[in-house]
């Protein structure tokens, strides 16, 4: 009799715990008519320009994550995580009417020489010791894209 009653509870256990497995599974599934369980990827901000990137705008991406991206932010709107600790703040890259007021030779200047170069924060530093004259052009046609 033991023994049996030894059985019954090692199967009521193993029943009971298929059936927490397969309640917990489902808990943690969405159901699919959920509309709201989905992740909308719209409201994500876009850690680049939406269009498609050409060579040196790819190339200059790489170089804006690697320097400017703490300060000017992901999607160059200025809100990068060192930004504020910055006063005046970094410029917003995304704002086409003042970024297509600028020429290239003055955002070259600016990425070359730091910002005091065109009379902007001098507390941009000058990146001309740092990369070369192509890698600059790089970075300011990536800069330039995010107005696009």
Known sequence: MKTFTFFIALVLS?????????TNSA???PAKSDSTSAVDSSSQTPAAPVHELTYEEREGQFLYTKYCNVCHGD???GDGF???NLNPKPQDFSDARYMNALSDEQIIQAITYGGSAI???PLMPPWGG??????IGYLAA????FAK
């Open 142 to 145: 990536y800069v330039q894209s």
């Open 119 to 121: 009379n902007k924060s």
């Open 75 to 77: 999607a160059g709107k």
């Open 130 to 135: 740092r990369l070369n004259k192509r890698e």
């Open 82 to 84: 060192n930004a504020y």
């Open 27 to 29: 808990q943690k599934q």
């Open 14 to 22: 193993f029943l009971f715990l298929q059936c927490s497995k397969h």
